[in-house]
């Protein structure tokens, strides 16, 4: 649960309405929840945990290798909804003299810049709580190369940096 909840940390923090304190980006208020929702209709239900485990424990433990090559061709077919292949990616390490907290909040700081574009201070102004940004206005029709471009951005991030971190905790246990 611990690795899940820290994968989950990370992955959050490049969701730009995570890191964007104008009222506009609180959950109830539109954007961000319908900006989620359009995400979780493109990635779609495979991955929840009813669909990948089975009720039955012991069959869990007769799932044969052909169960993760499944899993990692849903993963394909889900880089290819956003845009992405990470197949020649190569992982890099975390920044010299950066700890995870560090890297977070540099991650923090990109997606903050993210929902700027989306949703500019100029329009959208930071000391403005009546402000909004309807999903439409800012990511509907019209926008749909800025929302394409938002989406593989954030996703490319979540992922990779769930892997770098990943790495330097691996480097840093394998080493002790």
């Known amino acids: 649960m611990y690795f899940f909840m820290l994968s989950h940390f ?25 900006l989620e929702a359009h995400r979780s209709r493109k990635v779609g239900t495979g991955f929840e945990k009813r669909n990948l485990l089975p009720k039955d424990l012991s069959a869990a433990r007769a799932r044969t290798r052909a169960d993760s090559t499944e899993v990692l061709r849903q993963a394909r077919a889900i880089d290819n909804k956003f845009g992405l292949d990470f197949r020649q990616t190569t992982v890099p390490d975390l920044h010299r003299g950066h700890d995870i907290w560090l890297e977070v909040i540099n991650l923090c700081r990109a997606s903050f810049a993210i929902a700027s574009i989306i949703a500019p201070y100029r329009q959208y102004r930071y000391d403005d709580p009546e402000a909004r940004a309807p999903f439409k206005t800012v990511l509907g029709r019209a926008k749909r190369q800025l929302l394409k471009d938002v989406d593989r951005t954030v996703m490319y991030d979540a992922v990779l940096n769930t892997a770098i971190v990943w790495k330097h905790i691996w480097n840093k246990v394998s080493k002790e």
């Open 10 to 34: 990370v992955a959050d923090v490049c969701m730009p309405c995570h890191c964007d304190g104008r009222k506009l980006a609180a959950y109830a208020e539109g954007l961000h929840k319908e």
